[in-house]
C-alpha cells in the first residue's frame, strides 16, 4: 500500500498558532527570524480575525492578511488558514441577536468570550460561509496552504428558540411521524405524550434538567445532544464546501478536543479530510491517559495520521495550577504524539499576546522577545531534529491487533442513566482497559461502533451499554470467526433510543458472551467486594453483577456478601472465538493481569518488551518500521535492541544485542525490524 499524506507538508510540520494581527508590522520581521531561527516552518493564521476581514455587513477588509499571507510566503512558511468563524464580530451581535446562544439555563448570551454563535442562526450560517468563500476566493493560489483550519474547536450547546424549532425539524427527519416519536421516547412513562410537534421543547433546566447531567427523559436529552453534534457539524460542513469550491486539493480540518463530551467526533470523522486536535495535558495527567486520546483521535480519522494543532511550549492559563511542563518533557510528549499517528507538532502560541485572557499562556517567541529562554531552546532543538527527521515517518500508521470500542451516544446514555451509580463514569471504565493493554505496550486502536472488526483479534467494549442496531451482530460474526471479545457490566442494556432490550441482561450480548445478568449491586463509594483471579485478589467496586452462567465458565468468583461464590469474571467459547465478561469495576492491577492473559492465549504482542517508564509505540510504513521509544520517567533506561537498527533520533547504528541507553525523558527511534521482538 502506498502512504498518503495527509496534508500538503513534506516532513513533520512545525510551528503554530501566530497571530501578526495583534502586533505592530514593525515586529513582523523580527518574529519571523525567531521562528526560522527555531526550525519553524508552519503558521497557524488568521484564527480570530472575523471582525478585522468584516468590519461591517456590508465592508471586508483583506489588507492586513494579505500582508500576512506574503509575509509567510517570503519566509517559506507553510500556512494552516484559518476561516475565523470562532468568534463572531460584535456589530454582528448587535444587528442580529438571533446569532447570540441562549444557555443551559435559558439565559439569552450578550456579546463576548468566543465559540459564542448559534448554530442554528441562518444569519450566522450564512456570514460565516460567506467568508470562508471570500477567504478561498483570495487566497486559491497559493500553493502554501498546509490546510484549511475551519473556525476554531468547536463546542457548547445552545438553547434559544431557533435551535428548538431546528430540533423539531430534526426530529421529523429521524421519526417521520409523532407515534413513533412517542414510542422512541416512551412518552407514556410521565405523561408525556406529544400531539403536536411544536409540543416538543428542548431539555434544559427549564424542563427536563435538573443539572447538566440529570435528565427525567433521556431519550429527548440524547436525541438533543445527537442534534446540537450535528447542529455544529453541519456549520463544519457548509464551510467545508465553501472553500472546497474554489480549493478542491486542499485538506479542510478543524482542531478537535480528544475525549469531548458534547460533540460525537467519530461521526464528525466521516466529514474532515484529516483529523486535527488540541492536546493539553496537565502535568498530572496519566501518560496512558494522554495517548488514549492520540488513539482516540486517530480513530475517528479511520487510523490516517492526524494532525497535532496546538499543544503549549510551557503552560496554559486556564489550569487552576498552571505549571511549566518539565525540560524535556515538552519534547518527549511532542514525539508521543507522533508515535501515536501525528504528522506535525504544532503549539499554541508562537508568540505571547500582552492583553487578554491567554496573556499568560506559554509560547515560543516570550514577552521577553528575544531567544535566549529555556522554553525557545527546548523549542528550536526540536525543530532541529524533526528538520533532520526529514520526510520520514511522515503518513506511517499503526498496525494493533487490539481494539477498544468508544462510542459518544453510550457515553451520554450511560452517564444520563438514573441509576445504578453516580460513580459511574465511562471514559474512567474505558481508560482502565485501555491502560491496561498501553503498560505493556500492546498497540490499541480505539475504534467506534461503525468500524471494521474484522482486521482485529481483540475487541474490547468496556461498560458497552447502548448496543445499537447491527452492533451485537457486527461482534457476534467478529467472535464466530475466532476473534476475542471482551464485554462488562452494564451492558447490552438498551438500544438506540435508550429503551430497555426486555428479556434479560446483557440484552443482544447475551449469547456471545453465554451469562444472563440477574441483578446489579451499587456499592457506595469506600466499599467494596473482592474476587480472586488466577490467586491474586482484587477489588470490585462500583456495581458487582450477579449472574447465572449460560455456557460460560466462571473464572473467579465474589467472595462476600449474599452472592459470595457466584460468578464475577466469565468466558465463553463461542464459534470459533471467545468472549470475556467481567461483572463489576476493578483496580489497575486485575486489569493488567487479564490483559495480558488474554494477550498471551491469542499470540498478540507488545510493540516492545522494554524497562517499565519506558513507552513503546509502532508506525509502520510499506516496508518501514519505526519503533519509538520514550522515557517517561525520571531514569535513564537501558533498552536492549534485538536486531540491527538506526536510531534516528541519536543516528547511530546498533547492532543486534547492543543497548540503547534512553536518558530521563530522552527519546528514541528505531528504524528497523525490531518491533515485537524480545527486548530486555
Ligand atoms: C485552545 C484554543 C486556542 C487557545 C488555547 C489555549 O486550544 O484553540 O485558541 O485558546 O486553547 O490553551
Ligand atoms: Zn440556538
Known amino acids: 500500500m502506498m502512504w498518503e499524506k495527509v496534508w500538503n507538508q513534506d516532513k513533520i510540520a512545525y510551528g503554530g498558532d501566530y497571530n501578526p494581527e495583534q502586533w505592530p508590522e514593525e515586529t513582523w520581521e523580527e518574529d519571523m527570524r525567531l521562528l526560522k531561527l527555531a526550525h519553524i516552518d508552519t503558521l497557524t493564521l488568521n484564527v480570530f480575525s472575523w471582525a478585522a476581514l468584516q468590519p461591517s455587513e456590508e465592508t471586508y477588509c483583506f489588507d492586513k492578511l494579505d500582508k500576512i499571507m506574503e509575509l509567510a510566503e517570503k519566509n517559506g512558511m507553510k500556512v494552516c488558514l484559518a476561516t475565523s468563524t470562532g468568534a463572531h464580530p460584535a456589530w454582528m451581535a448587535k444587528k442580529y441577536p438571533e446569532i447570540l446562544r441562549t444557555d443551559f439555563g435559558g439565559v439569552k448570551r450578550k456579546f463576548g468570550g468566543r465559540h459564542n454563535s448559534c448554530p442554528n442562526s441562518l444569519v450566522y450560517r ?76 428542548l431539555p434544559d433546566t427549564r424542563s427536563e434538567h435538573l443539572g447538566a447531567e440529570q435528565t427525567m427523559a433521556q431519550g429527548i436529552s440524547i436525541d438533543y445532544r445527537r442534534f446540537n453534534s450535528d447542529s455544529i457539524l453541519e456549520c463544519f460542513r457548509l464551510e467545508y464546501e465553501a472553500v472546497k469550491k474554489y480549493t478542491p486539493e486542499i485538506p479542510v480540518t478543524t482542531n478537535l478536543m480528544g475525549a469531548y463530551k458534547p460533540l460525537d467526533y467519530q461521526k464528525w470523522g466521516n466529514y474532515m479530510d484529516v483529523i486535527s486536535w488540541d492536546n493539553y495535558p496537565s502535568n498530572e495527567d496519566s501518560i496512558s491517559g494522554t495517548a488514549f486520546q492520540h488513539d482516540l483521535m486517530r480513530g475517528a480519522g479511520g487510523g490516517k495520521p492526524f494532525i497535532l494543532m496546538e499543544q503549549t511550549p510551557s503552560c496554559q492559563n486556564w489550569q487552576p495550577f498552571n505549571a511549566l511542563k518539565r525540560p524535556g518533557v515538552m519534547r518527549l510528549w511532542s514525539y508521543q504524539a507522533i508515535a501515536h499517528g501525528s504528522d506535525s507538532v504544532l503549539f499554541f502560541q508562537l508568540k505571547r499576546s500582552i492583553g487578554g485572557c491567554e496573556k499568560y499562556h506559554g509560547a515560543v517567541i516570550d514577552h521577553a522577545g528575544h531567544e535566549h529562554t529555556r522554553v525557545f531552546r527546548e523549542v528550536k532543538e526540536l525543530g532541529a531534529e524533526l528538520e533532520r527527521l526529514g520526510g520520514e515517518i511522515l503518513g506511517a500508521r499503526g498496525n494493533a491487533k487490539t481494539a477498544i470500542l468508544f462510542d459518544w451516544e453510550n457515553w451520554w446514555a450511560v452517564e ?143 467472595q462476600e456478601d449474599f452472592y459470595a461464590k457466584t460468578p464475577v469474571v466469565t468466558r465463553n467459547d463461542f464459534g470459533r472465538g471467545q468472549a470475556y465478561y467481567v461483572g463489576t469495576s476493578s483496580e489497575d492491577g486485575f486489569y493488567r493481569k487479564l490483559a495480558e492473559d488474554i494477550c498471551k492465549e491469542q499470540g498478540i504482542e507488545a510493540a516492545a518488551i522494554v524497562p517499565e517508564g519506558v513507552e513503546a509505540v509502532r508506525r509502520v510504513r510499506e516496508k518501514e518500521e519505526y519503533l519509538f521509544l520514550l522515557n517517561h520517567s525520571q531514569e535513564e533506561k537501558e533498552v536492549f535492541v534485538p536486531a540491527p537498527a538506526l536510531d534516528l533520533i541519536g543516528q547511530k547504528e546498533y547492532k543486534q544485542g547492543e543497548i540503547l541507553m534512553l536518558p530521563a525523558k530522552g527519546v528514541g527511534i528505531l528504524k528497523g525490524q525490531v518491533s515485537g521482538r524480545c527486548f530486555k
Not at 416519536?181 to 410521565?190: E, I, K, P
Not at 468496556?462 to 471479545?485: C, H, S
Not at 480472586?532 to 470490585?540: H, I, P, R, S
Request: aromatic content about 16%; charged content about 25%; proline content about 3%.
Open 416 to 558: 444520563y442513566s438514573s441509576g445504578p451509580s453516580v460513580s459511574l463514569k465511562y471514559l474512567d471504565e474505558v481508560l482502565k482497559y485501555y491502560t491496561a493493554f498501553h503498560q505493556q505496550n500492546i498497540p490499541v486502536d480505539v475504534i467506534g461502533e461503525e468500524d471494521d472488526l474484522s482486521g482485529y483479534q481483540l475487541v474490547a467494549a468496556p461498560v458497552l451499554y447502548m448496543t445499537k442496531p447491527g452492533v451485537d451482530e457486527r461482534i457476534r460474526e467478529f467472535v464466530k470467526n475466532g476473534g476475542t471479545f471482551v464485554s462488562t457490566y452494564f451492558s447490552g442494556y438498551v438500544d438506540e433510543n435508550d429503551l430497555v432490550v426486555a428479556g434479560g441482561f446483557p440484552g443482544r450480548l447475551r449469547d456471545i458472551l453465554g451469562i444472563w445478568v440477574e441483578e446489579s449491586d451499587a456499592l457506595p463509594e469506600q466499599k467494596a467486594n473482592k474476587f480472586v483471579y488466577q490467586g491474586q485478589e482484587y477489588l470490585a467496586e462500583i456495581l458487582c453483577d450477579i449472574m447465572h452462567l449460560e455456557g460460560a465458565e466462571s473464572l473467579a468468583e465474589y
Open 126 to 201: 450564512k456570514y460565516s460561509v460567506k467568508l470562508a468563500e471570500k477567504l478561498a476566493e483570495r487566497y486559491q493560489d497559493y500553493d502554501n496552504i498546509a490546510a484549511w483550519h475551519i473556525s476554531n474547536e468547536y463546542g457548547g450547546e445552545c438553547y434559544c428558540e431557533n435551535c428548538e424549532k431546528a430540533f423539531r425539524v430534526w426530529l421529523k427527519k429521524r421519526y417521520g411521524t409523532l407515534e413513533e416519536l412517542n414510542r422512541a421516547w416512551n412518552t407514556s412513562f410521565w405523561g408525556h405524550t406529544f400531539y403536536d410537534w411544536d409540543e416538543i421543547v
